[in-house]
């Protein structure tokens, strides 16, 4: 089985990659934001210890924790964030870990795990290859403000938080440039996918 990391910038197309390639092979993708929001349900590995640190006022009736409230606190407040990285990243490197050791039980051919700190979070150290996703600033922006909504600062404070191309660029083994067409990205994804031995 062949591990794939995928990263890259806020707007990038991450999520757009993925989903065609779930449709299009026999591959097993992961999302690390949905993993931890997984790990964070009550009952889960990461709801005590985020309950503790965030304190009372955070969850609702059902005891669900009120996401839209914990992410304009931790993302405000450096420690917090901090600490709060402390308890979910080790988990959900750990949800990875068990989801490749299942998936190539199974004979899965590809796995895919994508990640915003990937590269932060050293998850070359599990993956064959580590996927940049490129798309140019101003397309990326144009992307939020559309599909996200996100105003001008929210977009400045996320892109100040995260890598810098060069960094992505100098860190991954494949870059895929996401700025126009997708029938272009699509072109490139296949493009690399045809050269694995796995298939």
Known sequence: MKV?????????????????????????????????????????????????????????????????????????DEDMRTKMNQIVHPAVRQYVLESIEKERKMGTPLFFVEAALLIEDHYDEICDELWYIYADEQIRRERLVTKRRYSKQKMDEIMASQLSETEFSKHCDFEINNSGDLTDTIKQIDSRISTYETL
């Open 4 to 76: 794939i990391g995928i990263t890259g910038g806020v707007g990038s197309g991450k999520s757009e990659v993925l989903n065609y390639i779930g449709r299009h092979y026999e591959a097993a993708v992961v999302q690390a934001d949905e993993a931890a929001h997984l790990l964070m349900q009550p009952g889960e590995a990461c709801y005590p210890a985020v309950i503790k640190l965030l304190g009372p006022g955070f969850t609702d009736l059902s005891g669900d924790l009120d996401r839209k409230k914990m992410s304009s606190v931790i993302f405000h």
